[in-house]
């Protein structure tokens, strides 16, 4: 039911992986230009194949501009929560939040058809509800060059209710199984996906897998352990996480 996708994410390194820092910035009560970054936006189709030729995409409520290639192009401040949005006729819309680092960066709001959505509703005996919210997270293991692979084993908890929580396993029939820890394989992608999740903020726990330090989000160089992002109704959120 969902293709295999080689996982094709740009992260930079963290030289400085110990810090720890909230998600608000201090007020030094002075007034600088931020510094801005270069951004890339590319449709992420889970299921692949389809054509979004017609696909608009913005960062931070702001249309982009379009590429030959089908990307789509702007620029943010560093060390900000960013929000890219992604549509096309027949998906639903997808949105990634994410903190912008200090280097030029790639995000990827998912894009999930319609039809693919009610299947796997049907499938797993869960009827989608517009009202709540779906919410796909994964996890990457980062080395110190900036490299980042999708890693197995990290099990993720929500403090939301929600109906149900799939891990991306293609080994399993339609290649999702009810399971809150990821797999990580030649052709699965690191990432749950809960279905029916109460909107609004919420917590997320993450549990590293043995021999994985920790996994956290990131602002630049920071760890940010106390994010508590906030996820909408009626479309595809998405978030990930870095391990060290």
């Known amino acids: 039911m969902i293709a295999a996708l080689t996982a094709h994410t740009t992260f930079t390194a963290c030289s400085d992986k110990g810090a720890v820092d909230t998600a608000d910035t201090a007020d030094t009560g002075e007034t600088a230009a931020p510094a801005m970054i270069n ?10 194949g389809a054509d979004l030729s017609g696909a608009e995409a913005s960062l931070q409520g702001e249309a982009l501009t379009r590429n030959a290639d089908g990307t789509f192009s702007g620029t943010a401040p560093q060390s900000t929560l960013l929000t890219a949005r992604a549509s096309a006729p027949g998906y639903m819309e997808g949105v990634m939040q994410g903190f912008s680092e200090d280097v030029d960066m790639y995000l990827f709001p998912p894009m999930l058809d319609i039809n693919t959505r009610d299947a796997i509703s049907a499938a797993v005996g869960v009827p989608y509800d517009e009202t709540k919210a779906m919410l796909m997270i994964r996890a990457y293991l980062r080395d110190q060059s900036g490299a ?8 993720i908890d929500l403090d939301a209710p929600y109906d149900i929580a799939l891990t991306s396993d293609q080994r399993a029939p339609g290649g999702l199984a009810p ?4 797999v990580s394989d030649a052709q699965s992608r690191a990432q749950i996906t809960f279905i029916n999740v109460v909107a609004g903020e919420l917590g997320v726990t993450v549990t590293a897998p043995e021999g994985v330090e920790y996994c956290t989000w990131y602002r630049d160089e920071t760890r ?3 994010w508590r992002p906030t996820i909408e109704a009626g479309v595809l959120n998405s978030l990930y996480v870095i391990c060290y």
């Open 148 to 155: 980042a692979t999708a890693l197995g084993g990290v099990t």
């Open 224 to 226: 940010i352990d106390e």
């Open 39 to 48: 951004l890339t936006v590319e449709l992420d189709d889970i299921v692949g």
């Open 179 to 182: 399971s809150k820890t990821t």
